[in-house]
């Protein structure tokens, strides 16, 4: 062989080597990522992110750990398009989320747990499936946490108390299995009655959808009604306090009118009795519209005295 093509095969089986050796020793981490580096299967190191080095030609092994981001697994349901119109898997799920409650009904439970990486060495060694764990426990104290409710609770006011217990269980569960993984939340998703009952179910709901409907208008009915009937007492109590500080002012007025006078008429009886009957007539006389006086000795009216109405004594002219 002619000692130029040699030197030529030597050059490139060279160059394939030094390419080697760069496409194994060179390495870039992102900025969520974590890189955990090992030397022949034991951990020496972590590095952050950029473009980072390692020993060629698998003496050194390199394992990326998204720590930045918030990862989030299914249950009961999994979404493959995620958007506006996000698109769900059509395949059954039910063995995930179909659960017994406390009150021995079932119902169908949906949730979504979110978790991050807060020690890579654990999430990648001690564990050989933590997402596999993960899904295990939860799905573990989800199923335990239900059961200590009634599905009314379930459905609707005890969402949150159990999204809590949840979450502080299977935390507590990571953390003892030394996963690496640190639970950020626990949401429940839909919550059901299974298809066949539903019906009945919505029944039930509307039946006490319009009992507490019709409660809140009687309520409504008792707020406005009681009010105004207590304004209407309170009303009518102060009317009859008024007449009855009316009645007795002026009954102490007549008293008062009435000593005065009995005072006067113990001085001069003929003078007081005459002053009353004059005070008497006035106001006798004050009432009247026509005044006839006539002579004590008289026997008969005058025949010339026009008695009645200024009509009735026309026509008798």
């Not at 002053?275 to 002579?295: H, V």
Request: one cysteine or more; aromatic letters at 8%.
């Amino acid at each position: 062989m002619p000692p130029d093509f040699i030197n030529r095969l030597l050059a490139g089986i060279a160059a394939l080597i030094v390419l080697f050796g760069l496409s194994t020793t060179v390495y870039t981490v992102d900025t969520e990522e974590i890189a955990v580096v090992t030397r022949f299967g034991r951990v020496v190191r972590e590095e952050p992110p950029g473009l980072r080095f390692k020993m060629p030609a698998g003496i050194e092994r390199v394992y990326k750990v998204k720590t930045e981001r918030v990862l989030k697994e299914e249950f009961g349901f999994r979404t493959e398009a995620p958007g506006i119109r996000t698109v769900y898997a059509s395949r059954d799920l039910s063995a995930e989320s179909l659960m017994l409650t406390g009150d021995l009904n079932v119902a169908v439970v949906e949730w979504i747990v979110q978790y991050r990486v807060i020690d890579p060495k654990a999430y990648i060694f001690r564990v050989r499936d933590p997402e596999r764990t993960l899904r295990d426990v939860c799905e573990a104290m989800m199923r335990l946490v239900v059961g200590d409710h009634s599905v009314d609770e379930v459905l609707t006011v005890g969402r949150e108390e159990i999204e809590m217990d949840v979450q502080k269980r299977l935390d507590e569960r990571m953390q003892h299995y030394g996963t690496g993984i640190r639970i950020v939340t626990v949401k429940l998703q839909n919550v059901t009655p299974p298809e066949e009952v539903r019906p009945s179910f919505d029944e039930v709901n509307k039946a006490k959808q319009d009992s507490e409907r019709m409660v809140n208008e009687a309520w409504q009915v008792y707020n406005a009604s009681v009010p105004q009937a207590q304004g209407e007492k309170e009303k009518a109590v102060s009317e009859a306090r008024g007449y009855e500080s009316e009645r007795l002012n002026i009954a102490k007025g007549d008293v008062n009118r009435f000593d005065a006078i009995l005072k006067e008429y113990r001085k001069a009886p003929e003078v007081t009795r005459k002053r009353l009957y004059l005070e008497a007539m006035a106001e006798i006389y004050g009432k009247t519209k026509e005044k006839y006086i006539l002579d004590e000795s008289a026997r008969s009216v005058l025949p010339f005295l026009q008695l009645g109405s200024p009509q009735a004594a026309g026509e008798k002219k």
